[in-house]
Every structure is written in structure tokens, then in C-alpha cells.
């Protein structure tokens, strides 16, 4: 809500070698309260976050772990990449000193669901566990399927999020090589335009998002601290291209379309909507005319911000992280800003909540979208309690 930006200049791997090497890097993160020193060796630091992440989560939301939430209580959390650190960590170590030396923890630890399965293991949740891979739509995906999960009475307690540590060199190597990694000139933090006309890309950001999704009945039964309803949820795919947005936006509007359909509300009664918004040229201008296809006339009354704009874009955790931002615009009332926003773009005219926070009232309905390589959509719709 301060507007301040968290994109700095990359110290996690060597970046002499790269033109531009920033990002929304996780700096002083200290796991060892959660893992112990010995589990860290070969833990990789997505699972970390999503760790440290789903245990804040289940105490915010006022539940006893004691002797594990059980059998009604269950884990959907994905990542986009999986153990990428590690990989690249072990990568080293079999190029170094032999494939005898590569950890026997290694492939248990680099694969996507990894996170949904410590979560499981540091919560004592028996129910259904899965991980939910659809590239930058995943934490999105992820709440929106364990939402899924209760409504068919298949558990009360669901712990949904994503995780994503992809500052790595090879990660990052491939990042550039798509042309779409945002270029600064003086001041890195200002590198992330989303909307603005001189916008040029994208910049990397790790992290991790969670929340604790509960039945109406049981949250009320225990007192949990309740922040707001998901009554919609979308997904679809572009059927396109697997870089490049469907340039008319029909996928993003697709998944827009049924969390609405789903939540029963008219398109009237969502204020709020937090966009996807990279700041690549092509998907601000395709995720703008989405909302337009969605809204008509309407969007021209919505507010609308990125918050990448501050976080960078945490890929697999860009949604679970997104959607938090939207429920707590909805709980405190407040919209969180579109930094680094100058220039008006023609393609882009909608009002994107610019270089500010701004204190609304009766705020009803807030949308948040994702849109992911291999042309994932996702879309989950939350009302004021």
C-alpha cells in the first residue's frame, strides 16, 4: 500500500555475465524457525516459502495443528517451476564430483507437489493433496480447485496457495532469452511499468502466497478470523500459442466470464479488479481488452492496478499472492496502487489505480486474474463478508 518497490538488483547467483540482472528477490528470509538446519540441506527454498507461508496461514485463520488438522482437512499448492534451486544446486554437484555425490533427497525435492506434501507433513492434513502446475495461472488454479474440494463435501479445511523461487542463473538465463525481461536504466525498482506506454517487460520475482479456504459452517463453528468469500472461480486456456496471448483476449475473458457466471453477482457489482498486468506490451494491451470484452461500459468504472509493479512476478505464486491482495482490498477497504505509471497508453484506458493507494467505500466484489505460458487462464471472484 506504500508503494514501495521491492526490486533490487539479484545476489542470490553471479550476475556478471547478464546485461540487466534484477528482481523481486526474498531478502533476510530466515526458515529455521519452521525446518530445522539438517531438513534445509536438501529442502528446496520454494518449499520454504510455501512452508513458512501455510503456517502463517493456519495461525491467522485460528486453527489448533496440536495433533494435526486430519482427515477433512486437505492441500492443493502448486509452483510453476518446482526445485529449480536445487536442481541447479545439484546440477553443480554431479558435474563437480560424480552422480555418486548427487543427494538420494534430490528428486523427491525438486518436484512441483513437493510443497503440498511438506504442507501436509508440517500441518497433519490427511485429506486430499495434490499440486495444481499451470504455469503463472497455478496459485490461482490452486485456490480455485481446493474451493472445488469442500463444495463437493470432501473436506472443511483447505490449504491452497503457491510457491515460486525461480531466481536462478539458468532460470533467468531463459528469462532473457524470450525478450521479455523489463531493460532499466537508472533506478531498478522503477524497472516494472505495468499499463504505462513505455513499458518493456517483465521482471522476476520468488515468493510465496497462502490461504486457509473453510466451509461457511466450520469457519463459523471455531470463530475463524473470516476475510472474505470466493464466490467465483474460472479457468480456461487460449488454445494459442504456448508464449504468446491470444491477441483478442477470448481465453483471459473466457475465465473472467465463469467465476462470474458462478458467483451468481452482476458484472456491476465488481469495484476492484487486480490484473495479471506483466507490463510486456502484448499482455497488458490483451488482458486491458478482456476486461473491456468481460465488462462493457462497466470497466470504464472499475479501478484496476498491478501489483507486480512492486513485487516483480513470482510466476507460480503470482496468483495465491494476487488473490490476498484482492481480499484484503475488499477487508480494509483500500485499493493498492499501480507504481511507475507516467505515460498513458491508448491501448490501455482503463483506470489502473495509478502510483497510489486509494481509500474506497462499499466495495462489494474484487476479481483477480492470472494469465500463464502455455496459455493458462485463471480467474477467482471474492465478495465482502
Known sequence: MDGRSGIQDITLFDTSAYEYAIAGEVRDFVPEGVMGAKDLRYIDRFCQFAVNAALEAVRDAGLEIGGGLGERAGVV????????????????????????????????????????GY???????????????????????????????IKRGDADIMIAGGAEAPITASLYAGFNALRAIATPEEDSSRACRPFDRCRNGFVVGEGAGTVVLESWEHAQAHG????????GYGSSNDAFDMVASDE????????????????GLEPQRVGYVNAHGTATPMNDRVETMAIKNVFGEHAY???????????GHMMGAAGAVEAIFSVLALHHQ??????????????????????????????????????????????????RV
Do not use: W
Open 119 to 149: 504442507i501436509a507433513i508440517h500441518t497433519g492434513s490427511m485429506g486430499p493433496n495434490f499440486a495444481v502446475v499451470s504455469a503463472c495461472a497455478t496459485g490461482a488454479g490452486s485456490i480455485g480447485e481446493a474451493a472445488e474440494i
Open 334 to 383: 483500500v485499493l493498492p496502487p499501480t507504481m511507475h505509471y507516467e505515460e498513458p497508453d491508448p491501448d490501455c484506458d482503463l483506470d489502473y489505480v495509478p502510483n497510489a493507494a486509494r481509500p474506497v467505500q462499499d466495495l462489494d466484489a474484487a476479481l483477480s486474474t492470472s494469465i500463464g505460458l502455455g496459455g493458462h487462464n485463471a480467474a477467482l471472484l471474492f465478495r
Open 301 to 311: 468504472r472499475l479501478a484496476v492496478s498491478s501489483t507486480k509493479s512492486m513485487t
Open 77 to 116: 499448492y502448486g509452483s510453476g517451476a518446482g526445485g529449480y534451486t536445487l536442481l541447479a544446486a545439484q546440477s553443480r554437484v554431479l558435474n563437480a564430483k560424480g552422480p555418486r555425490r548427487v543427494s538420494p533427497f534430490f528428486l523427491s525435492n525438486i518436484l512441483p507437489d513437493a510443497a503440498s
Open 224 to 231: 475463524a478470523r473470516v476475510y472474505a468469500e470466493l464466490v
Open 248 to 263: 483478442y483476449g477470448r481465453g483471459a475473458a473466457l475465465a473472467m466470464n465463469m467465476a462470474l457466471r458462478k458467483s
